[in-house]
């Protein structure tokens, strides 16, 4: 009897908590203020109902957002990733993740324990979320995604805090050199890239060349 009441009110306590290692679509509904966290934005093709749509345009193939939420999830911290609605306007959506992110700073997080992270459309997304949290300056990470983000039409978009881009060698998206000189008041700027051939494709799946150093970032201190 002891036991199966021991065993009922372990399980209340572990409903009523979010438990590190756990992957969200939105924020938990109880915030840990000593843990991290980590929000993931998706490519562009990923936009709508089809977790594993498959390019054929530029032969990328199947993008397979399950399987990359799976390896970016860690038990040092809570993954948040959403899948966005088709046609998702970009600054509405920052200006989502820039609420969140307040939330959880509001709720006694630490800024440096959030890292809000993004592959091509879902790196812009990232990087205008960065620039809202200019005061924050939580941690940035920017997955070959450079493109718009240096853009002359977005010469004020800027990243703060530490900063993290990784990009294949063979994607014309190319490097965030040029990110890296107008944003001035980063904390940190590291730039990895990964040799694999597959070009933009490389971040469709979970390889270990870039969720490897990803998370060894991340959960590495920040002060």
Same mark, same amino acid.
């Given at each position: 009897?002891?036991?199966?009441? &021991?065993?009922?009110? @372990?399980?209340?306590?572990?409903?009523?908590?979010?438990?590190?290692?756990?992957?969200?679509?939105?924020?938990?509904?109880?915030?840990?203020?000593?843990?991290?966290?980590?929000?993931?934005?998706?490519?562009?093709?990923?936009?709508?109902?089809?977790?594993? %749509?498959?390019?054929?345009?530029?032969?990328?193939?199947?993008?397979?957002? %399950?399987?990359?939420?799976?390896? @970016?999830?860690?038990?040092?911290?809570?993954?948040?990733?959403?899948?966005?609605?088709?046609?998702?306007?970009?600054?509405?959506?920052?200006?989502?993740?820039? &609420?969140?992110?307040? &939330?959880?700073?509001?709720?006694?997080?630490? !800024?440096?324990?959030?890292?809000?992270?993004?592959?091509?459309?879902?790196?812009?997304?990232?990087?205008?979320?960065?620039?809202?949290?200019?005061?924050?300056?939580?941690?940035?990470?920017?997955?070959?995604?450079?493109?718009?983000?240096?853009?002359?039409?977005?010469?004020?978009?800027?990243?703060?805090?530490?900063?993290?881009?990784?990009?294949?060698?063979?994607?014309?998206?190319?490097?965030?050199?040029?990110?890296?000189?107008?944003?001035?008041?980063?904390?940190?700027?590291?730039?990895?890239?990964?040799?694999?051939?597959?070009?933009?494709?490389?971040?469709?799946? !979970?390889?270990?060349?870039?969720?490897? %150093?990803?998370?060894?970032?991340?959960?590495?201190?920040?002060?």
């Amino acid at each position: 009897m002891i036991r199966l009441i &021991t065993s009922a009110v @372990l399980a209340l306590f572990i409903s009523g908590h979010s438990i590190a290692g756990q992957v969200y679509a939105d924020l938990p509904t109880n915030i840990d203020r000593n843990a991290k966290y980590v929000f993931y934005s998706h490519g562009y093709i990923v936009e709508g109902d089809n977790p594993k %749509p498959v390019d054929t345009r530029f032969g990328w193939g199947m993008y397979d957002f %399950p399987a990359i939420k799976q390896a @970016l999830a860690d038990s040092h911290y809570h993954l948040i990733a959403q899948h966005r609605a088709k046609d998702t306007d970009p600054f509405e959506y920052a200006y989502t993740l820039n &609420t969140q992110v307040r &939330t959880l700073v509001e709720q006694g997080v630490k !800024p440096t324990n959030i890292t809000i992270m993004g592959f091509s459309r879902g790196a812009f997304i990232t990087g205008l979320t960065s620039d809202k949290l200019s005061d924050l300056g939580v941690n940035t990470i920017i997955l070959a995604g450079c493109g718009r983000l240096v853009w002359k039409k977005h010469t004020d978009v800027k990243v703060y805090g530490h900063v993290l881009s990784v990009y294949e060698k063979t994607d014309k998206s190319g490097s965030c050199e040029k990110l890296a000189k107008k944003s001035t008041e980063t904390q940190s700027f590291r730039e990895i890239a990964i040799h694999t051939g597959l070009s933009h494709g490389a971040f469709y799946r !979970p390889l270990a060349a870039w969720v490897d %150093p990803v998370k060894a970032w991340i959960n590495a201190a920040k002060e």
